[in-house]
């Protein structure tokens, strides 16, 4: 098992940036992938960022240019740094880990940290 736990989010103007961090309970190397995604109101949940245990990465295309994940390996944590937000980006980001067991795929979530930008 893993637990996350996401922290960053706040009210920021647009085009302003924000750091977003996930704090897993065990080492990131041994998780297969972490990732953010996000849902807005009245929205599906979807994929923002990812990053797999062998650090390739995938964006979002509206986040493109101005979205990086990254991990600090030390403080077993990945970040999200927002930059050029706009208030499309608002929504609730959500960290999820996923863990590949013999019994099949297992997806993790943190509680969601709200991120909200006024225009």
């Known amino acids: 098992q893993v637990h996350v736990v996401e922290s960053g989010g706040g009210l920021v103007q647009a085009g302003g940036s924000l750091r977003l961090s996930c704090a897993a309970s065990r080492s990131i190397f041994s998780i297969n992938a972490m990732g953010w995604y996000r849902q807005a109101p009245g929205k599906q949940r979807e994929l923002v960022a990812r990053?797999?245990?062998?650090?390739?990465?995938n964006y979002a295309d509206s986040v493109k240019g101005r979205f990086t994940i990254s991990r600090d390996k030390a403080k077993n944590t990945v970040y999200l740094q927002m930059n050029s937000l706009s208030p499309e980006d608002t929504a609730v980001y959500y960290c999820n880990a996923v863990l590949f067991t013999v019994g099949g795929t297992t997806n993790y979530w943190g509680q969601g940290t709200q991120v909200t930008v006024s225009s």
């Open positions: 990053i797999t245990g062998g650090g390739s990465t």
